[in-house]
């Protein structure tokens, strides 16, 4: 599980999806059900959950690769980490 921390306080998952959407490309499927959580798919098998947590001074993104255990692998070398890196490089989230 991967740990992204970033600068910015109280970052939702509205906003969260907003920039994975427009850094991962259309090949992804971002959902969210409103909680701060976020599924990113590339495809049934290939995906990530995202968990937006705030702390002082920071949110937090904890991403878990998903699916089964034999997939967990597979989703964190590809999709778990694709969606951290994102995440880690957005200019959106250095402002505080």
């Known amino acids: 599980m991967a740990k992204v921390r970033v600068p910015r306080k ?9 920039v994975l959407s427009r850094r991962l490309g259309s090949d992804y ?3 969210h059900n409103g909680d701060q959580r976020l599924m990113i798919r ?4 290939l ?7 705030d ?4 949110t937090v993104f904890r991403v878990q690769p998903g699916g089964f255990v034999i997939l967990w692998i597979a989703n964190s070398l590809t999709t778990a980490r694709k969606v951290a890196d994102a995440l880690r490089r957005s200019e959106e989230f250095r402002s505080i």
């Open 10 to 18: 109280h970052v939702t998952a509205d906003e969260a999806a907003a």
């Open 47 to 53: 995906f990530a959950q995202v968990a937006i947590r």
């Open 55 to 58: 702390e002082p001074g920071a």
């Open 29 to 31: 499927k971002i959902e």
């Open 42 to 45: 590339k495809n049934p098998l």
